[in-house]
């Protein structure tokens, strides 16, 4: 086994590999590095990952054996760092198989397919009839969306609840609903929401999810009356035809609201002058935003502490924003809202929004 | 020639004492392997979450100075081989020759090291918060120069330690210390030297070639 016998105990694994051997394997190593090299010119699609891969692992193996003296050592040594890489496998495949498999956070990529959002495939085909999935569906999204002002069993007395006049709607009384109590009705708040009131649209819900509320919001109280063709047809809803045709609201990706959570705190503006509400911008800003973003834009407590889920939400100085600058990311924003955080004004039209966007511009101004 | 190396009193043999050794050996590179490990895993999982991000980031790394370090890594371990045989068999001149190629080669390895980084710098491509390069537009781009400077840097400070164990072993070999009958400390060095290797035999093609 050995070639040279040490002076005392010559037993063992004291293999001395020939210098034939080190430069035959120290040329395959070399020879593999140029061929990964060339191969990783040609293009392979999906191929070039693992032959890399192969490759890179073809040479460890050299490596190992020949240059680590694992092919003439004891067993056992073998079997140690082999194992490793048995661990590490495991680590990596435990760890993918969580991440890419998550359903509820919208990825780009090749892995989209295992890692869809709920919105991205609407899973009902007709959501405007109630179902109790459509009904859990609605519980779930009124619980995140609905609850700090309507209250845990919708009676209107929500914790936000107290400061807003009008007050929101008690739904387990069927009296009062500004646009009617029908499921096609209900729909139409959650799309437009209440001008003049807090009741924001909520457009960057999809449109399953609107139907989902109305019909939870409507079982917390006596049964609606049905829906008519002609009700539907309102809202979008062609039945004869079999679709949907009301135009979904598009939501800002994943990666530009992260970003913008993101975004480190902003010094305090300097206390923006009192604006009267002399325009029509000012007036739509006292009555659709101030509750939220201040009077003078100023950034406020909007008024959602103690939901269910403990959410604070601050809003930061209107001037910290980067919409102002921008006519159409002013006009995304405000008109899309962004999801989970801002409710959307889908109902203004341009007039309003360009009204608006000045007098966001004044009170920016004033902050500066 | 060597000095008489008098195995530690609680082994029943020099051989004992030498494959008690190899195998502790063994045990702290499965460490590092799980160390090197965790930082692949995170790789791995980026780079399944932003594919395209680190298709385009990679484009950004010089591929020849990669190359070139991984051949130079690959002949330091030829020498580093060719070391351990010989004080295996009792060269110590052609010993102390090899070692001293190792050591070189390494010092090339991070001459290479250098100038990749220092264009890095130059061009912005920084590590997370630092990231100012203009041409590279993805947000999530400063990911992925994170995990090439955490893995290059950490492999080179592993580089760095193991041309300072060669430097030991230089010295121990000069003075005639190790031979047929105790090479231990050699081998074991040298088999830390491969593993150095094998990381980056991994790490090239994977941030450098296929991104």
Redesign the interface.
């Given at each position: 086994m050995e070639t040279?016998?040490?002076?005392?105990?010559s037993?063992?694994?004291?293999h001395?590999?020939?210098?034939e051997v080190?430069?035959g394997v120290?040329f395959a190593?070399?020879l593999l590095?140029g061929l990964?090299?060339w191969i990783?010119g040609v293009d392979l699609g999906r191929l070039?990952?693992l032959v890399?891969?192969l490759?890179?692992s073809v040479?460890?193996a050299l490596?190992?054996l020949?240059?680590?003296?694992l092919l003439y050592?004891?067993r056992?040594?073998g079997v140690?760092?082999g194992?490793?890489?048995l661990?590490?496998a495991i680590?990596?495949v435990l760890?993918?198989t969580d991440?890419?498999f998550r359903g509820d956070v919208a990825?780009?990529?090749?892995?989209t397919a295992f890692a869809q959002s709920k919105t991205a495939q609407p899973k009902v085909a007709r959501p405007w009839v109630a179902t109790p999935l459509l009904l859990s569906q609605g519980k779930m999204l009124y619980s995140q969306q609905c609850v700090a002002c309507h209250g845990p069993e919708g009676k209107g007395d929500g914790p936000a609840a107290g400061s807003l006049t009008p007050a929101p709607r008690d739904f387990t009384r069927a009296g009062g609903w500004k646009n009617g109590r029908k499921p096609s009705q209900v729909f139409k708040t959650l799309v437009e929401g209440i001008p003049g009131s807090a009741m924001a649209p909520y457009g960057t819900l999809p449109a399953e999810d609107r139907w989902a509320l109305a019909h939870f919001v409507l079982s917390l109280g006596e049964a609606p009356e049905a829906d008519t063709d002609e009700d539907l047809l309102k809202v979008g809803i062609d039945v004869k035809g079999g679709g949907q045709v009301v135009q979904e609201a598009p939501s800002i990706p994943l990666?530009v609201a992260m970003?913008r959570l993101t975004r480190p705190e902003p010094r305090a503006a300097k206390v923006g002058a009192k604006i009267e509400a002399e325009s029509a911008g000012g007036r739509l800003y006292l009555a659709r935003c101030a509750s939220c973003h201040g009077e003078a834009g100023e950034g406020a407590i909007a008024r959602v502490s103690g939901t269910l889920d403990a959410v604070r939400l601050r809003t930061a100085p209107l001037s910290a924003s980067q919409a102002v600058g921008s006519p159409a990311i002013f006009e995304s924003i405000v008109s899309n809202g962004l999801p989970g955080l801002m409710p959307g004004l889908a109902s203004l039209n341009g007039t309003q929004l360009s009204e608006l966007r000045e007098h966001v511009r004044k009170l920016v101004a004033a902050q500066q | 020639m060597t000095t008489t190396h008098h195995h530690a009193h609680h082994f029943a043999s020099a051989n004992d004492e030498f494959e008690a050794a190899k195998q502790g050996m063994w045990v702290f590179l499965v460490t590092e392997v799980l160390m090197f490990g965790g930082l692949f895993v995170a790789y791995g999982i980026f780079r399944g979450l932003y594919p395209d991000m680190f298709h385009e980031a990679h484009k950004f790394l010089a591929v020849n100075m990669g190359a070139t370090n991984t051949l130079v890594l690959i002949l330091s371990s030829i020498t580093m081989v060719l070391a351990v045989t010989a004080t295996q068999r009792g060269r110590r001149d052609r010993a102390v020759l090899f070692l001293v190629l190792t050591f070189l080669l390494a010092g090339c390895f991070l001459v290479v090291k250098y100038f990749e980084y220092a264009h890095k710098f130059h061009e912005g491509l920084l590590p997370g918060g630092y990231f100012v390069n203009q041409e590279l537009k993805d947000p999530k781009a400063p990911l992925f120069f994170s995990l090439y400077f955490v893995m290059t840097g950490l492999h080179m400070v592993h580089v760095l330690v193991g041309m300072g164990l060669i430097a030991w072993l230089f010295r121990r070999t000069a003075r005639g210390e190790f031979g047929p009958q105790y090479y231990t400390p050699v081998e074991l060095v040298g088999f830390y030297w491969h593993f150095v290797d094998l990381v980056w035999i991994y790490l090239f093609p994977l941030l450098y070639l296929v991104g």
């Open positions: 040279q016998k040490p002076a005392q105990e037993h063992g694994h004291h001395i590999l020939s210098t080190a430069l120290g190593l070399l590095t990964t090299v990783a070039n990952f890399a891969l490759v890179a040479k460890a490596v190992a020949f240059f680590m003296n050592d004891r056992e040594n140690i760092f194992t490793s890489f661990f590490l680590f990596l760890t993918a991440l890419f990825v780009k990529g090749p892995l990666e970003r | -």
